[in-house]
């Protein structure tokens, strides 16, 4: 029997409904002991006593590998579509058979998106805060979505189908892609380079994946061309967003509001001023956590280690 470890907190929101089915594959999970990451220490500590990895969000870097395979780690799979976290290029060279599980949640990333902005935009958090905590009936004028203009970063599964969603609010859409070509058929959508066109946006919405090339894409000067009053939201990457200047932008009332399930530094700092900001919605990095979709991509997860170490 093959031990792997799990790092993954949806997957282990839901561990004990996959230990059976692991074991049938000659697979014995064993559950780390964490709600977001574990820190590069403790991974080099933990896995040279694991033949495979199930990675989350963690720092899967190269000396992380490296300790890994001085003992008994053979693979590894990232769970979920986002890979800005692991060094693909230090498996490669330490032998290490490695994949992702991508178009596993696009629906589930994408619902979360369309829940934050008519938050933001009918201000329902900011009501149901009120009644709460301090028993008032609050009324605050929100903002029709029809007739709006939607800017969506990304065009790939998490994307198309946040437009797909947006396609049925009477909104014009600008799509933000470098590695799509077309509009894939929504007569609704324009496609341009980014910046172009961001001061003419209601809303912008970022989808994408992080990568060298669009780290803090959007900082104080992308900030600084949007219309008073627009409304951010990021289900993508933390880091996608200078965060500094988007706490600026939100202080100075440039920026309306902000739904953020993603930070730069997660989870969010005690000290971070976005605590105090009212008008914004929070998430935990929690979009594509639905049990039908963890189930999905852990089944998919499952398969591919196991047929990894059947090789090893």
């Not at 009501?127 to 790939?156: T, Y």
Request: hydrophobic share 40%; glycine share 10%; with cysteine.
């Amino acid at each position: 029997m093959k031990k792997v470890l799990v790092t993954c907190p949806p997957m282990l929101g839901m561990f004990e409904e996959f230990v059976e089915p692991a074991k049938s594959l000659g697979i014995e999970l064993v559950a780390a002991k964490t709600t977001q990451v574990l820190s590069e220490k403790e991974l080099m500590e933990l896995l040279p006593a694991y033949d495979g990895w199930i990675i989350g969000d963690d720092p899967a870097t190269k000396q992380v590998f490296e300790a890994g395979v001085k003992g008994q780690l053979k693979a590894a799979v990232k769970w979920g579509i986002g890979v800005d976290n692991v060094d693909f290029a230090a498996c490669k060279e330490l032998d290490i058979p490695i994949i992702n599980t991508p178009n596993m949640f696009g629906g589930e990333v994408a619902d979360v998106g369309m829940a934050l902005l008519l938050g933001l935009a009918r201000q329902t958090h900011f009501i149901d805060r009120e009644i709460r905590n301090n028993f008032s009936w609050p009324k605050p004028a929100g903002m029709s979505i029809s007739g709006k203009k939607v800017g969506v970063v990304g065009f790939g599964d998490i994307g198309e189908s946040l437009i797909k969603r947006l396609g049925g609010f009477d909104v014009d859409v600008t799509v933000y892609d470098p590695g799509v070509e077309g509009n894939k058929g929504y007569e609704y959508v324009t496609r341009v380079d980014f910046p172009n066109g961001v001061e003419q946006l209601d809303f912008l919405v970022f989808t994408c994946s992080l990568n060298k090339h669009n780290y803090h894409m959007l900082n104080a000067n992308v900030l600084s061309k949007l219309k008073q009053g627009v409304m951010i939201v990021n289900v993508a990457r933390g880091p996608l967003i200078d965060e500094a200047a988007l706490i600026d932008a939100l202080q100075r009332g440039h920026v309306a509001a902000a739904g953020l399930d993603v930070f730069e530094v997660e989870p969010l700092p005690k000290d971070s001023p976005l605590r105090n900001m009212s008008q914004c919605i929070f998430g935990s990095h929690n979009g594509s956590n639905t049990k039908e979709g963890v189930r999905r991509a852990t089944f998919k997860a499952l398969k591919h280690i196991a047929d990894f170490l059947s090789t090893k």
